[in-house]
């Protein structure tokens, strides 16, 4: 779905709960609440599936602003500090994106969800308290700058940007360290994701599209558009079915969709041991 602003990722997986008429409800990859755009949804036996989704890569557009840094590295925080960016050219934030794509080492923003000693970390921030959180790997696939704006009659700078990167990339985390290498500071204004995994804006709808019409993607179009697929003989479905290993997939090393000759997906499959083993089964042709 597209994710309104204002609303947190639970406040989505709320309000679908009851257009569902179901608690089994989930959600892949939470977006704050400042963030708008594509949020995978998953209802019923599909909840299954968003574990394998919260790892796909991700594609967002943004916007920094440069020449201040926030508390939450984003729109919402208040001011901590900066300096004026009026002496920052296109030429400076080119070469400083250039050093932030790849593979990197990224401090997450201090008011992410990561927990510290049991409690989230923007808890113990917005209690006073004082949060290092360890640099972590991960990978921008792409940072392209779009624009380039002046703003408060220049003394700060707006970078309008995409920005394609692993799961657990903090985008906000991107603005602070963007800012940080101008000597300027920067924050997150605008963030919306256009893409996670194989899904795309494009394919997302509305809250209110949905009230009007529920329309969800099939479980087994899900299994086809996220995993390699096997397709399995009559006999094979029914032994993966109720939980037997079968001859090993092709795929050596990452799960599997096992397809029934009726199209319908029976389970996702892993090689262990020299055979393909079910690491989730699906009744087939079974409907929630």
């Given at each position: ?10 406040d989505?997986v ?15 990859g939470?977006l704050?609440?400042m ?8 209802i019923?036996?599909?909840?299954r ?8 890569s ?11 840094s926030?508390?939450?590295d984003?729109?919402e ?7 004026i960016?009026?002496?920052v ?9 250039a050093?932030?794509t ?5 401090v ?5 969800a990561?927990?510290?000693k049991g409690e ?12 290092d ?12 700058i ?18 394609e990167c ?16 101008l ?8 963030l ?5 995994g ?15 019409d ?11 558009a996220l995993?390699?697929?096997r397709?399995l ?7 993966v079915?109720?939980?037997?290993r ?43």
């Open positions: 779905m597209d994710k309104p602003p204002g609303w947190t990722s639970h989505v709320g309000r679908l709960r009851r257009l569902a008429g179901t608690r089994k409800v989930g959600h892949a939470t704050d609440p963030a708008t755009g594509v949020l995978v949804v998953g019923n036996r599909a909840t599936l968003l574990t394998f989704i919260v790892g796909t991700k594609t967002y557009t943004a916007t920094i602003r440069l020449g201040q926030t508390l939450t984003d729109a925080g208040e001011v901590t500090g900066g300096s960016a009026a002496a050219t296109e030429e400076d934030i080119r070469a400083a994106v050093e932030l790849g593979d990197i080492r990224q997450p923003s201090s008011v992410s990561i927990k510290v989230r970390s923007y808890a113990r921030v917005r209690s006073g308290e004082e949060v959180l360890p640099a972590r790997p991960v990978t921008i696939h792409r940072f392209d779009h624009a380039v704006r002046r703003v408060r009659n220049g003394r700060l700078q707006d970078v309008d940007v995409t920005v692993s799961s657990g990339t903090y985008v906000r985390a991107l603005a602070r360290d963007l800012g940080d290498a000597g300027v500071g920067g924050h997150l204004t605008v919306r994701r256009t893409r996670v194989p899904y795309s804006i494009e394919q997302a709808r509305t809250l209110d599209e949905l009230a009007a529920l329309e969800i993607l099939p479980l087994d179009d899900a299994g086809r995993f390699p697929v397709e003989t009559d006999a094979e479905a029914v032994d079915s109720h939980g037997r079968i001859g090993p997939n092709s795929e050596p090393d990452i799960p599997v969709a096992a397809f029934a000759p009726d199209g319908t997906l029976v389970a996702l499959l892993e090689n262990r041991g020299g055979a393909a083993r079910t690491a989730l089964v699906f009744a087939p042709g079974g409907q929630d």
